[in-house]
């Protein structure tokens, strides 16, 4: 099968979701059972076999029709089946079953939006938010919800950075719903809806719906606002009001713009707002001399409470007026008289750097951090000495804040332009053997930290080793946290036997615990890809022993898969789904299955048992309907063995246009394409899939094929050709054999 990137290609899988807060959680955590029959939920798991099947059903001999069914008809035919069993189980309180049928009956027929209801709906009373969100973001796009729904249903693709899909289901909505009001549903979603026009720098919609927003603020009785929903939906208020005057200044509406600064300042108090707030709406107005006096007062009252903001607009202020040199001559007077201001600092900072008077941005920088130390004032410092091209300044400072934080974060991109700057690495290298040379004590544990960690990003691996055992001999507490980062970043850097050796001294000198999930984990990953697959299977059970977090749950089946023990691995994911696949209340848990059923679907394709591979990825989708990658895979499986194949096309289409440069999904493309006889139209797909520099072999071996069919042997013969020495890679041995044969073929019917 053609791997997508959804499955075992995935070496360190990492996936999170920041949850929503406020009125967010309070929304997608409160529903109410709409009987008491549907209150209790099952937790057995869907077997591998057709949901629609019940117990004690006998073998229907299949009837031979006259006309036989469009492809359309049979899957609106099994949507109904389906969504008959979903009936019949929710009736008996078989809830999963029920919720996975439900889900199902819709995914063959999106008309059945009935299905999708009823499984938004379950979902909910079964306390599954999450599901019952990514259900409901699939039904916000059919048609109208209820407000909850839909909300829910929002919240969920924005987090998904979806945001198109989120406003086009805000809108439609909208065109019916109006502005909901009295509905504090309905003002969140406003809320929701402003923030993500405004991201998209929309101003114009993004402040019609901020502008509900604040009517309902004003007037929250007409909304159904209590005392606490309102201060859920204001959240960080200084925040919320921040965004609408932003909104409103840049869509011009600015009495509204007006009204939400003053209900600001009323609230807030504060001076400073109350002077870049007046100046930043004057500024808008055009009226630069008034907003340029609010700020000279802003900076004569030594106010700081607005961050580097007012001095920004300082800035366009006096450039309006054709004076923005005046700018620095300015942030000097007021830094004389506030010495204690950071922001002012900064700002100030920014200007000489903007003249590159790097020398004197660095003393700023430097006075900033002997008085308060912060990520802001390392980054300037570096940023200013390295535009000086000063080595042994540059390891100080880089010393002192990697030896304070334990890594190069704290340094940002300025981390990364070093790494860039061979001569300058280079330059910082030799400072720090000329100092070690002259006295070990001359480069403290924060320098030879640093040069460890910027030598590994820069993949200068010996001198990365010399540094690391370098920091661990000038603090030895510190050497199981060292070995664990060294051997992390050699994994990050595809040395897996270097990965290996490291991890493994960390384990066996006992510098961490032996059994410490994580490091056993990566241990096992770098073994197994070296081929040590025994060891590797070690520190995979280790990994996965006691209360290891569900994330690291498949690694002793991955190794398993690895070397080849299909059976095995087989039996590893299996019993690691039907652990998991009961838990819906705990973090991780859903995604872990999700992996595992995932590679249990591609562990049954090279066992040769496609109907499990495909049940499993149907299961897949019933709980992530809107997984790309997934419906690549079952689309491409179908379309491999000839059948469904005008929904495989459209699930494949769908895949493409989320990712169109993913060579897999444009491969599955041109595949199905053939599968449905259109060659010259899979020949293009397929030609794009094998564009890159090292084409897979496979997609290779379809192109041959298309090219074949188009009726263009010798480009067939030469794409074969071609598949066959990209497939000595990674041996195939059924492809290649079938490659061959097909070259023979032609060989052999070639005229004399």
Same mark, same amino acid.
């Given at each position: 099968m053609q791997a997508s990137g959804t499955t075992m290609r995935r070496l360190l899988y990492k996936s999170g979701r920041a949850t929503a807060a406020g009125l967010v959680i309070v929304l997608l955590a409160s529903a109410a059972a709409p009987t008491a029959a549907t209150a209790a939920a099952?937790?057995?798991?869907?077997?591998?076999?057709?949901?629609?099947r019940q117990p004690g059903d006998d073998e229907v001999a299949p009837l031979a029709p006259r006309r036989p069914r469009t492809e359309d008809q049979q899957d609106? %035919?099994?949507s109904l089946s389906l969504f008959a069993a979903a009936r019949m189980a929710d009736r008996a309180r078989q809830h999963d079953k029920a919720l996975t049928l439900y889900s199902r009956a819709f995914r063959y027929d999106s008309h059945n939006v009935e299905a999708l209801s009823r499984a938004v709906l379950l979902a909910r009373v079964l306390g599954r938010h999450t599901l019952a969100a990514r259900l409901a973001s699939e039904l916000v796009t059919r048609g109208p919800v209820e407000p909850l729904d839909l909300l829910r249903g929002i919240i969920y693709l924005r987090q998904e950075e979806r945001i198109a899909a989120a406003l086009a289901a805000y809108e439609k909505a909208s065109a019916v719903k109006g502005d909901g009001a009295g509905s504090p549903v309905w003002v969140e979603l406003h809320k929701q809806a402003g923030e993500m026009y405004l991201s998209q720098k929309d101003y114009v919609r993004s402040a019609a719906a901020l502008a509900r927003v604040l009517a309902a603020l004003k007037n929250p009785d007409a909304h159904g606002l209590d005392a606490?929903?309102?201060?859920?939906?204001?959240?960080?208020?200084? %925040? /919320?009001m921040a965004e609408m005057a932003e909104t409103f200044i840049k869509a011009q509406r600015l009495e509204l713009a007006s009204e939400v600064i003053e209900r600001a300042i009323k609230v807030s108090g504060d001076d400073g707002l109350a002077l870049y707030g007046r100046a930043r709406l004057a500024a808008a107005q055009k009226r630069h001399d008034e907003a340029r006096e609010l700020l000279e007062a802003y900076l004569e009252k030594k106010l700081a409470s607005q961050g580097e903001a007012p001095y920004q607009l300082l800035g366009e202020v006096l450039a309006a007026q054709n004076q923005a040199p005046q700018l620095k001559v300015k942030l000097q007077r007021a830094l004389a008289l506030d010495g204690e201001n950071q922001a002012l600092s900064q700002a100030l900072a920014a200007q000489y750097e903007a003249d590159q008077q790097w020398a004197e941005a660095a003393a700023l920088?430097?006075?900033? /951090?002997?008085?308060?130390?912060?990520?802001?004032?390392?980054?300037? %410092?570096?940023?200013a000495v390295r535009n000086q091209q000063e080595p042994g300044p540059l390891l100080d400072v880089m010393g002192e804040a990697v030896g304070r934080t334990g890594g190069l974060g704290v340094l940002g991109d300025e981390a990364v332009a070093i790494k860039n700057q061979k001569e300058l690495l280079d330059k910082l290298v030799a400072e720090g053997e000329r100092r070690l040379a002259l006295k070990p004590e001359k480069l403290p544990y924060g320098q030879r930290l640093a040069l460890a960690l910027l030598a590994m990003e820069a993949q200068q691996f010996e001198v990365a080793k010399k540094f690391f055992d370098l920091a661990i001999q000038a603090d030895e507490e510190q050497k199981g946290a060292l070995l664990s980062t060294w051997g992390l970043s050699l994994i990050a850097a595809e040395q897996y036997a270097a990965a290996a050796d490291v991890l493994q001294r960390a384990l066996t000198e006992r510098v961490v615990d032996?059994?410490?999930p994580l490091l056993n984990y990566y241990l096992a990953a770098a073994l197994s890809i070296v081929g040590r697959n025994e060891a590797a299977l070690v520190a995979a059970r280790k990994a996965v022993a006691g209360d290891a977090p569900p994330d690291l749950a498949g690694r002793a089946a991955w190794v398993l898969y690895r070397a080849k023990q299909y059976e095995d691995a087989r039996k590893e994911y299996a019993e690691l789904i039907k652990k998991l696949d009961p838990v819906h209340d705990k973090p991780g848990v859903r995604d872990a299955v999700r992996e595992a059923r995932l590679a249990l679907s591609h562990v049954y394709v090279l066992l040769n048992d496609m109907p499990q591979a495909e049940e499993l990825l149907e299961q897949v989708l019933d709980e992530f309907p809107d997984g790309i990658g997934v419906r690549n895979d079952l689309g491409y499986l179908w379309a491999d063995q000839g059948k469904h194949l005008k929904r495989a096309h459209k699930m494949i289409q769908e895949a493409v246009a989320a990712e169109p440069d993913n060579a897999a999904?444009?491969?599955?493309?041109?595949?199905?394409?053939?599968? %449905?006889?259109r060659y010259e139209e899979a020949v293009k797909e397929l030609e794009r899939a094998?564009?890159?520099?090292?084409?897979?072999?496979?997609v290779l071996d379809h192109l041959g094929d298309a090219l074949d069919k188009a009726g263009r042997r010798e480009e067939a013969v030469a794409a074969w050709k071609r598949a066959l020495e990209a497939l000595q890679a990674e041996p195939d041995e059924n492809r290649v054999r079938w490659i061959k044969e097909k070259l023979e073929k032609i060989r052999m019917t070639k005229p004399e």
């Open positions: 099952g937790t057995s798991s869907p077997k591998l076999v057709d949901p629609s609106r %035919l099994h606490e929903t309102l201060k859920l939906i204001q959240g960080d208020a200084d %925040l /919320l920088h430097r006075r900033q /951090l002997t008085r308060k130390p912060s990520t802001a004032a390392f980054r300037g %410092l570096v940023r032996s059994d410490n999904y444009r491969d599955s493309l041109g595949w199905v394409l053939y599968r %449905l006889g094998a564009a890159g520099e090292k084409p897979d072999g496979v």
